[in-house]
């Protein structure tokens, strides 16, 4: 089936460049586009373009604004709306990250058009219409959609499921850089003072290290937090660990908090109840560290450790730390 469709991919980035998401969203673009334009919404006119070039990008827009200095989805979504009214595109592609969902959902509802959230994958119909896979009842279901009606139709697609072909390094493109106009979010943007990207987002994690009430307090993160630093991994939790105020909700991992699919999941004194597992059982490799051998988490475990988390955690931290020095 012929590749037949414009597609935009919003470019995610913070202070050490473009986030690797961007370029699994590009992946999942190159299967059904035509062509693929990068909108990468910047303070800084001398942002470098050429890996989304390589990355499957055919034009990169840098849409530049002091405004743009950090993530705030009024100003992306304000940005986004004028450049897709500029280059029409039939689709626009997100990464269904914290960002990412939150800004398709804005763009969505004031252009009034469909989005498809959380795409595990994408094909072409005989007839040539884009049908999207999508987990459906925490997890227990695919549905497969159809997308059709008033365009762009809009898609955030899970990270680290659009794992890349590489980068090709003599493709060429072309890249555009121009200001835009935005308009007065200066009291939403001096207002900020929480400072956006410094931590990984636990849905872009390619390692995850999670603790539940079996680490039997706030002080003990500490450990998960040493075993994620030698491990370049994100922390995250169950919920009554969020529920007592131990972790924030952005590191609440099931049903009602995020969805994950790291390379590794590490689950430290979590029992493994439904609704964590409706946000974790994709990982490609489960490790469970329980004191009870009987914890439902070792049924979906690859690795199962049985013991006082408390005891276990820093062996392993000590250990990575020796095997990845040598
Ligand atoms: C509508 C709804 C939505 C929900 N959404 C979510 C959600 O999004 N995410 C979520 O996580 N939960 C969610 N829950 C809660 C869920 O049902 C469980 O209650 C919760 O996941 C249990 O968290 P836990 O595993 O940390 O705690 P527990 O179930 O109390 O398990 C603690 C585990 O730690 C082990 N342990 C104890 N001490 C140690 C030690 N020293 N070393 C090692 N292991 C030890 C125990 O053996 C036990 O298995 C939801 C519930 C409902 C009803």
Not at 62 to 73: A, L, M, R, S
Not at 132 to 145: D, L, N, Q, T, W
Not at 278 to 300: K, L, Q, T, W, Y
Request: hydrophobic share 40%; aromatic share 6%.
């Amino acid at each position: 089936m012929e590749k037949n469709f414009s597609i935009a991919v919003v470019v995610e980035h913070d202070r050490n460049g473009i986030k690797p998401v961007t370029f699994e969203v590009l992946n999942a673009a190159r299967k059904i586009a035509r062509s693929i334009t990068a909108y990468y919404f910047s303070s800084n006119p001398e942002v470098d373009t050429q890996p989304l070039i390589e990355g499957g990008a055919d034009e990169v827009r840098v849409c530049i604004h002091p405004d743009y200095e950090q993530y705030i989805h009024e100003t992306y979504a304000a940005g986004l709306i004028t450049e897709i009214n500029k280059s029409r595109p039939d689709m626009i592609f997100l990464s269904a990250s914290n960002n990412g969902k939150e800004l398709a959902a804005e763009v969505a509802t004031r252009l009034q058009v469909g989005l498809a959230t959380d795409c595990i994958d994408l094909q072409l119909s005989e007839k040539g219409e884009v049908l999207i896979k999508r987990p459906v009842f925490s997890g227990k279901a695919h549905s497969m959609s159809r997308l059709s009606g008033p365009q762009p139709y809009l898609v955030t697609l899970r990270p680290n499921v659009f794992r890349g072909e590489g980068f090709e390094e003599t493709r060429n493109g072309e890249i555009v850089k121009e200001a835009i106009n935005l308009p007065d979010f200066s009291q939403i943007v001096k207002g900020l003072t929480r400072e956006v990207g410094a931590e990984l987002d636990i849905t872009e994690a390619r390692i995850i290290v999670s603790g539940g009430l079996g680490m039997q307090g706030p002080e003990n993160f500490k450990l998960l937090e040493d075993l994620a630093e030698v491990l370049g991994a994100a922390v995250a939790a169950s919920r009554p660990v969020v529920d007592n105020g131990w972790q924030e909700y952005s590191h609440q991992v099931g049903q009602t908090g995020r969805t994950v699919s790291p390379d590794l999941y590490i689950a430290c004194g979590i029992s493994g109840a439904v609704q964590h597992l409706a946000g974790m059982s994709s990982s490609r490799c489960i490790v469970a560290i329980n004191s009870d051998p009987h914890a439902a988490i070792f049924s979906i475990a690859d690795y199962g450790i049985v013991g006082d988390a408390l005891k276990i955690v820093p062996l392993l931290t000590q250990e990575f730390k020796n095997i990845l020095k040598s």
